[in-house]
């Protein structure tokens, strides 16, 4: 598990997962072979790559036995860009960008980790362009502070307490937030604890600490909207993970 400022790749086998949505870009690459997702509709998108919207319904019916899987921010540059494609896309299994991005060695590194991040993102999208992304200065300043905000409230954290840190009011901000990074403040949110249970797994915390301090009301919830996002329980997080954690941003 790497784990950057806004994105996280896992490298190592998958399993199936039910029906799902994440509030993230996501974008897994079968390194044996290809591998198939279905939409919310049951239809099958497959390919060496599939890229996943944020909010987007899919499930993965099948697993395979060794993978990338990287998810990013839904309001980075490069979710804002890739965003612009359809919702659930495939890469075949013969194309030249899906090659270049397997020659990676396992990367010992997170800046070996963005590599392949960057990789994977330049695959499905071009090259990511600076300027995309959130515009509105309250927007920035609300999105930068949400890690300290968690750490700080737990469950007691509100869009009142979010649209302050931008110096708006909660109505107007929330339209404004919405528009700017594709999601509602409570879906980011949502998405913004479950990445601040992964950097306390990642030191060491356990499931019940970090579900409390990430503002869960306890384990049992964290494991019903880890469901809900990603199609199976946390417990894959917490156990039998190697962890590189830092702040380098893509």
């Known amino acids: 598990m790497y784990l950057g400022s806004g994105w996280l790749l896992y490298s190592g086998p998958l399993g199936s997962a039910r029906r799902h949505r994440h509030h993230a870009l996501q974008v897994v690459v079968s390194r044996a072979g290809s591998i198939a997702l279905t939409d919310g509709e049951g239809r099958s998108t ?26 990013v921010d839904a309001d980075s540059v490069a979710a804002h860009r890739v965003a612009l494609l359809s919702p659930l896309r495939g890469v075949p299994a013969a194309s030249a960008e899906v090659a270049s991005v397997l020659e990676y060695a396992e990367p010992s590194s997170l800046d070996g980790a963005r590599d392949v991040a960057r990789s994977l993102l330049s695959m499905l999208a071009g090259e990511i362009e600076r300027g995309a992304g959130p515009r509105d200065r309250a927007v920035r300043s609300a999105l930068a502070a949400i890690p300290g905000l968690i750490a700080e409230r737990g469950r007691r954290l509100r869009l009142a307490d979010v649209a302050a840190a931008g110096n708006r009011s909660a109505d107007r901000f ?39 301090e990430a503002g869960f009301s306890d384990s049992a919830h964290l494991s019903r909207v880890f469901r809900e996002s990603f199609g199976m329980t946390p417990s894959a997080l917490s156990t039998g993970a190697r962890w590189i954690v830092g702040d380098a941003e893509l």
């Open 46 to 71: 497959e390919g060496a790559a599939v890229c996943v919207g944020a909010d987007v319904a899919h499930a993965m019916p099948a697993g395979v036995a060794s993978s990338y899987l990287l998810y």
């Open 174 to 212: 929330a339209r404004t937030f919405a528009e700017q990074v594709g999601l509602s403040v409570p879906a980011y949110l949502r998405w913004a604890r479950l990445r601040f249970v992964a950097r306390s797994l990642a030191a060491g915390r356990s499931l019940t600490a970090a579900a409390q």
